[in-house]
């Protein structure tokens, strides 16, 4: 498919509609300018999508709850890496306008122009399409592109008000995927069962990448009834999966197995809906860094030093790592990519401001939330000090509107380790309800419904207590990430 006369000039109107807001306006430019086309012309995605397919480009979709933006990111630098030209939505922009817009922005401004004086055809300047998909529009995007490969990251509650539940989206993803061609590679998590679902019963080539048995814990016990025990994990991750996504039974594990592997080893006893051995898995080595294995070469082992922490990172290297090995990127290359890895703004977004160390992870849900305390408090009690956080906590629409999801939080887990508190945003107190709730002291806790002010406060405060190690945590929901940009960047 040829791009026609209309389909360049909008071309041309992105690029300089981007280029105002970027250089003047100092916005993101990446979705208004789709939105605007889309609203003059209302095929223009359709076109687009028409002339990538003709292009015999691989597109690579990630989709999932959290991690999206990481993952696919890690894929894309990689393939930069490797010499390769690749266009992206980078940003995490990854509604229909973002996506789109990434793939129209792409178009160079020079190959339009002579195009347009010498009639000639328009080559796409990307050898490889690597989109973040939003989980609600998956099913359009990838009936539009035809992804060549499909990432899926994990899957939680997250803004049911939007959502629903998260059972509800999952078979929505898998009827999308059912919908593709066989062809279509899937890379799934082994140890995730909403997400592995999507490859169960399908016939399409799979990857399943996973851990060894020692990465997790937190297996508790409870009876179902006199003559059956089954062993369940509490964390809050898990608790959209305790029961089977095929026909609604309990998950278990009653096979012998070590206490710590649940999320390695699970089963429906009554359709048979089981865990899949990882093609592809990690091993925690405290010298070395992680070690990824392959089953599938004899000598496929990287072994590198992460730049993310996190068991939740690591699975968002492995995604990456099994994406990259199927196209035969070397490891060679992979290695120094992974482990110079450069975040975007809120996805362990690290900067030095003032010989302060500002940390900054986006929270949108439970489980997202559970794993950045994790992470940022040890879990383990032995910080000599206490950390302080601050809070930016909203619930406008891209946030979602239902905050209730912050009782899921496992609060109680980490107030050890967590010293005062400041919130702002626009539901500030509902977070300090539950903060105290936890067992917070509310004396610990501060409100302060400016944005700036409450950064100049949290900087007072790191510097007060820890004078010798200047930490700062900020935790923002998605609208107050975009706002607490112009203060940290």
């Not at 006369?5 to 992105?14: A, D, L, P, Q, T």
């Not at 060549?148 to 995927?177: C, H, M, P, S, W």
């Amino acid at each position: 498919m040829l791009l026609i006369k209309k389909n360049k000039v909008e071309i041309i109107f992105y690029i300089f509609f981007k280029f105002i807001l970027n250089k003047i306006l100092g916005r993101e430019g990446d979705v208004l300018p789709a939105h605007i086309l889309k609203k003059i012309d209302k095929n223009i995605f359709d076109d687009f999508a028409g002339y990538v397919a003709s292009c015999s480009i691989p597109v690579i979709i990630v989709t999932g709850t959290n991690g999206k933006t990481t993952t696919a990111n890690l894929i894309a630098e990689t393939l930069k890496s490797a010499g390769k030209n690749v266009c992206s939505n980078s940003n995490g922009a990854n509604m229909p306008n973002g996506i789109f817009g990434a793939i129209i922005g792409n178009f160079k401004f020079s190959g339009l122009r002579n195009s347009m004086r010498h009639g000639h055809t328009v080559k796409f300047p990307a050898d490889f399409i690597v989109i973040e998909s939003d989980e609600k529009v998956f099913p359009y995007i990838a009936s539009k592109l035809n992804p060549d490969v499909i990432v899926i990251t994990n899957f939680y509650r997250d803004q049911l008000d939007r959502y629903g539940e998260v059972n509800t989206t999952v078979f929505e993803i898998k009827k999308a995927v059912k919908s593709l061609s066989d062809n279509t590679l899937l890379v799934l998590p082994s140890f995730e069962p909403l997400a592995s679902f999507i490859g169960y019963g399908v016939k399409n080539r799979k990857i399943y990448y996973g851990f060894n048995k020692d990465f997790f814990s937190g297996i508790s016990s409870i009876n179902v009834n006199k003559n059956r025990t089954v062993k369940y994990l509490t964390k809050t991750a898990l608790m959209d999966a305790l029961t089977c996504p095929g026909c609604g039974d309990i998950l278990v594990t009653n096979r012998g197995l070590n206490e710590n592997s649940l999320l390695l080893n699970f089963q429906c006893e009554k359709c048979g809906f089981m865990n899949y051995n990882p093609d592809i898995y990690a091993v925690c080595d405290n010298l070395e860094g992680i070690k990824i294995i392959s089953h599938n070469e004899t000598d496929g082992v990287l072994v590198f030093k992460p730049v993310l922490t996190g068991d939740y990172n690591v699975a968002n290297y492995l995604a990456a790592y099994s994406v990259l090995r199927n196209f035969k990127i070397d490891d060679n290359i992979i290695k120094p990519s992974f482990e110079n890895f450069e975040t975007k703004f809120g996805r362990s977004f690290k900067k030095i401001i003032k010989n302060f160390e500002i940390n900054i992870d986006l929270v949108k849900n439970p489980a997202g939330f559970n794993h950045v305390l994790e992470k940022i408090t040890g879990n383990s009690g032995d910080y000599s000090y206490p950390i302080n956080i601050l809070f930016a906590f909203s619930d406008r629409d891209a946030d979602g509107r239902d905050v209730s999801w912050i009782w899921d939080v496992e609060f109680e887990k980490y107030i050890e380790n967590i010293g005062e508190i400041m919130i702002t945003g626009r539901r500030p107190f509902d977070l300090a309800v539950r903060l105290k709730a936890a067992g917070i002291d509310k004396n610990n806790i501060t409100v302060e419904h400016n944005l700036k002010k409450a950064v100049k406060k949290i900087f007072k405060i790191a510097g007060r207590q820890n004078p010798s190690d200047k930490k700062i945590y900020i935790l923002p929901t998605y609208t107050e990430l975009l706002r607490l940009k112009k203060y940290i960047i």
